[in-house]
């Protein structure tokens, strides 16, 4: 018994000092950050691009502090159990669960709670859980990627591909990913053969959609976890820095022999942590985690986080409308609404603009929204049509709540997501043939089908969209040629720059530019331009990244097999030669390239090799990416039980309407063009190839009409305080389902029932949480103090020490606190004060003094002249005589002379 509390305790231990080892690392980190007040390096605006919401963070946080007391306990507690055929017996499983516990993973391993009400097959929740309702997790936000085939890491566990630059495959060591960019993946920004099919927007709905189905956060720390050094200052592997050698005489190579790189975060209970988890007698290698839902359902425009969505919606409309720019207009319509302010902003500013003037980076449903502003403007029409669908079906049914209206308006968008890119986009990805065998027609819900996206989709596969970048942003005028006012801008230069949208002619340009504009042809010898590789994230002279390197890393990092294990997996046939590649590859001189750097077929790494094989026919990849795309975009359509054809999500009646719609009626709908291409996808010239507004196909909302009978005993309950009920009608019956509030919990029935009597239940109230008071998972770090507020909570911190970028932990802001600075000035004062007090005393007491002393000495004078004068008369000397005399050898009669007169 007591060794079992020793045990425990010390366990116990370790845990803390792991919490105090990572969120050093954290702190450290913010604090260089908050020093650096100039304009955000290249890998800092990575870093913010890849800097998870709050719920997200924090299981990157828990995973962290679980992975590093692991290695710990591995070290410490079980050295004793070398010889023990039975390891499994090491901890208990009380000990199991206080390790997931104190470290925070325990609520992301345990399924979640499924609600039970008429609403569970009406709207999925906002976080993807509990869409199939025997897996729970699966497709849920922050959870594990897929794995489709076992990931290759060099201890078997963790440690990324090239971690070790001894370690052999295939009797080769694989080359620095900078040296295949340069030597076979970058080409000059001239060098661009343009699509003569599919316009730019083709390249952005790409983007657009990779980010609502797929965000890996990185590392939360950007400094080693044992020593704590920084991540920007090593050229070292120590997790989480994996940074990315630079070869001799590089362009990049201003500032090191390196470019900074973080791992990705473990999920939890994975990797490291797995060595108490699961089966001891095997391997639980790392996996990384999901911060989105994996469902196209239009998390880019709420969400994946009940905190993240209740920050996007407006709770003062009644018509479930979201939040809009309050300080913006474009020609009347809405932007997104700015983020909170950050210090130093992420974002560009206009040059020249002062400080008062300052834009923000904008708030979307995904944090990357401002990386490129024609991806800013994808998103910012999709708010628009959020408010105009809204705005439409309250108008349709003013009995409906606005959580009603929200709910309903949020499901229609993302309907129309899965709609255009199932439709009109993945077609023209795949080509026709493998849509057909790798996708083919919807069958319905399957419930066997895991929707997860997977580890080779989000890092390899849908990255082929990259080599689809073209180096230019072009904006036209309203007759669709090059803007008088507004230059064609290089990639670089749009970079975090959300200004440009606002100060530089709104949407409708950036729009022209991208449906009249060809995107970039993926060459073999064309795979990706300078913009890209030599200048990403540039805002200043500050360095600068390569996103093709970045890619192969991160397949690295996260233990990718090389490109013919996937072949193998696609039932594609091995390419063992340089001979066997030129099956798949057309281009002789890249295929040299690649056999010289990586010496063997096996060794390729499977992003490069997927971009370079030969296009399918009427497809814009090649067999091995149209394989895997296609698996996923299947598994996400027949694993999703809210998928817009399944039967019970919508009626026949609006399925048909809903099929009417396109991304370019979206356009017409919620900007000024009045002329689009049919297929926004089409690139086309204009006017020839563009259609009146008024010929392209709308929905009919009138099918989402719902007929109210106030004839029941019922009526509509008040409103409820922090929250809102929807009707949820059933089997005839008015059911309705209430929810609180982000920050609120539920105190009553959740779900109330009309009755010949009346309601069943009286409405539940919404209660605040208390935030402060979770000792588990407490909000704020130990260095900063919660204050409880209504729906949420504070994190206060005692001057000169300031929120850091994660808004829980206090940093140090490199200044004097105001109460020193008060102090300082009040001592200043003081002796000020002082100073002039003692001069004016010292002055007083001088002047009083001198008065006496020449009040004594006139005394003196006047009794010494009439001493002189007595004398003098006495000596009978007249005053004339005296006068000529040498006054100066009788000083008595001479210094009195004139006294006697």
Known sequence: MKEGKTEKSHVISILEKSKIMVDNA?????????????????????????????????????????????????????????????????????????????SGCLPYMLPPKCPNTCLANKY???????????????????????????????????????????????????????????????????????????????????????????????????????????????????????????????????????????????????GDQGAVFG????????????????????????????????RLRNWTSEE??????????????????FAPRREPSPCAQEPGADGADQIECFLAGDGRASEVISLTAMHTLWLREHNRLAAALKALNAHW??????????????????????????????GPEAFQEYVGPYKGYDSTVNPTVSNVFSTAAFRFGHATIHPLVRRLDAHFREHPALQKLQLHDVFFSPWRLIKEGGLDPLVRGLLARSAKLQVQDQLMNEELTEKLFVLSNSGTLDL?????????????????????????????????????????????????????PNNIDVWLGGLAENFLPKARTGPLFACIIGKQMKALREGDRFWWENNHVFTEAQRRELAKHSLSRIICDNTGLIRVPVDAFQVGKFPQDFESCENIPAMNLEVWREIFHQDDKCGFPGKVDNGDFVDCGESGKRILVYSC??????????????TD???????????????????????????????????????????????GEDERTCVDSGRLPKASLISILLGAILISGLAALTWVVICRWTHSATESTLAIREREREITSQLGCEKCQEMKISQQSISAQDTGKDPVCGSQTLLCK
């Open 124 to 270: 999925r929740l906002i976080t993807g859980a509990c869409n199939n309702r025997d897996h729970p997790r699966w497709g849920a936000s922050n959870t594990a990627l897929a794995r489709w085939l076992p990931p290759v890491y060099e201890d078997g566990i963790s440690q990324p591909k090239g971690w070790n630059h001894n370690f052999l495959y295939n009797g080769f060591p694989l080359p620095l990913v900078r040296d295949v960019t340069r030597q076979v993946i970058q080409v000059s920004n001239e060098a661009v053969t343009e699509d003569d099919q599919y316009s730019d927007f083709l390249m952005v709905w790409g983007q657009y959609i990779d980010h609502d189905i797929a965000f890996t956060p990185q590392s939360t720390s950007k400094a080693a976890f044992w020593g704590g050094i920084d991540c920007q200052l090593t050229c070292e592997n120590q997790n989480p820095c994996f940074p990315i050698q630079l070869p001799v005489n590089d362009s990049l190579a201003t500032d090191g022999e390196c470019l900074p790189f973080y791992r990705s975060s473990a999920a939890c209970g994975t």
């Open 320 to 337: 479930g409308l979201l939040r809009v720019n309050g300080r913006y207009r474009d020609g009347g319509r809405a932007y997104l609404p």
């Open 548 to 600: 093709a390197s970045l890619n192969l890393q991160r397949g690295r990092d996260h233990g990718l097999p090389g490109y013919n294990a996937w072949r193998e997996f696609c039932d594609l046939p091995k390419l063992e030669t340089g001979a066997d590649l030129s099956t798949a590859m057309a281009n002789r001189s890249i295929i040299e390239k690649m056999m010289d750097l990586y010496k063997h």
């Open 279 to 310: 089966n001891f007698s095997e391997s639980n290698p790392r996996q990384q985690m999901n911060g989105l839902t994996s469902f196209l359902d239009a998390s880019t425009v709420y969400g994946s986080s009940p905190a993240l969505e209740k």
């Open 741 to 754: 509030h982000h920050g609120y919990e539920l105190q009553g029935q959740e779900q109330i029932t009309c």
């Open 757 to 803: 009597k009346g309601w069943d239940f009286q409405p539940p109230i919404c209660k605040d949480i208390n935030e402060c008071k979770n000792l588990l998972g407490p909000p704020c770090h130990h260095s900063a103090k919660c204050k409880n507020t209504k729906g949420s909570f504070q994190c206060l911190c005692t001057d000169p020490y300031i929120l």
């Open 26 to 102: 954290i702190y450290n980190t913010m604090e260089r950050n908050l020093k650096r007040r100039e304009i955000n390096s290249p890998s800092q605006l990575l870093s913010f691009s890849k800097l998870p919401e709050p719920t997200s963070r924090a299981v990157s946080r828990a995973a962290e502090i679980m992975e590093t007391s692991i290695r710990v306990i591995k070290k410490k507690v079980y050295l004793k159990l070398k010889q023990s055929q039975h390891p499994t017996d090491a901890l208990s499983e009380d000990l199991l669960n206080i390790i997931a516990n104190i």
């Open 401 to 430: 709540s606005a959580d009603a209206v929200y709910q309903e308006a949020r499901k229609i968008v993302g309907a129309l997501h899965q709609i255009i890119t199932m439709r009109d986009y993945i077609p023209k990805i795949l």
